[in-house]
């Protein structure tokens, strides 16, 4: 008799409850002044490499959003690792250099001695873990996932791609949530959702540029069903079949923004506007992509700063009124 297969949203579920446990973090004795020194050079990292997330996280109360920019400092200096090596260094050198920073960014612990800037981040980031309980393994998972870049730049499947996305982005989302509060395990399918639904908008943004790096983060096999090969991406042409096959994403990553929306009422009331703004903010480079006749080949869509700002009034009184639970479909 045949099994039911287990769909890929039910196979995150299971790993995400797994690692939902939180581990025993050891204290830090460090005076006041060198924490914030440590969660301001977290600040002004993401100030620096995410106008989106430094918007987005200035909608939070003043700790909170302290915590959610350590939290992308860990995961913005992760992804240098792999992203942004030094020359002729191959991937077994990066991977040594990702654990290595493994080990010191999630079970370093800290005395009063000066600190350099990556320790000041650490410092940072091993705080707000302390403070809000987040779960080791999320963190061990993203690490795996930004570390799967050295080892695969393929992905058969929409399956194997949604795993990836989990890795490098739910996790994320389910970090933050133990930041913002959440209202228990029925918000972890909301969250995993958003962070595929994130990152395949990455993935659609930046075809050209991860080509170029020698990576192409599509399905294999989709690209096969719409009749386009690795020739067609190399070339860089936008073609009918490429328009069919880009708006097939687009559609599905709508569709996964839509049915994670509902979640943003289940999420602490002080982080709702802040998470909901990044969504949208982030959904919104679909529509530019669209704007962009698909042109992901010399075109990297993105939103001005003042299209983002008009778009808050509207996010706020949508969370206001727990008007995501009544989406479906892009309405905003």
Partial sequence: MATASISWEEKLFKRANVASAPALIFGHDVDRQTLDAAYAQCAALTRSHSRTFHLSSGLLPGEMRAAARALYAFCR??????????????????????????????????GAAPLAQNDLLVLAWTDTRARYAIPKAYAEQL??????????????????????????ASTVGLMTMHIIGYAGPQAIPYAIKLGVALQLTNILRDVGEDWANGRLYLPQDELAAFGLSEADIAAGQVTPRWRVFMRFQIDRARRLYAEAMPG?????????????????????????????????????????????????????????????????????
């Fill in 77 to 110: 200096i992760t992804d240098d690792i792999v992203d942004q090596p030094a020359a002729g260094f191959g991937p077994e050198v990066r991977l040594a250099e990702l654990q290595s920073w493994r080990r010191r960014s999630l079970e370093s612990s800290h």
């Fill in 143 to 168: 690490i795996e996932g930004v570390g799967q870049d050295l080892t695969h730049d393929r992905y058969a499947s929409f399956d194997d791609l949604a795993h990836y996305c989990y890795l490098v």
């Fill in 264 to 332: 943003i009422g289940m999420l602490g009331r002080d982080g709702q506007f802040a998470i909901a703004a990044s969504a949208v903010l982030y959904r919104d480079i679909l529509a530019k992509i669209e704007e962009n006749d698909y042109d992901v080949f010399r075109h990297r869509a993105h939103t001005s700063a003042l299209e983002k700002l008009r778009r808050l009034p509207g996010i706020w009184w949508t969370t206001l009124t727990n008007g995501w639970g009544k989406e479906t479909k892009e309405t905003d």
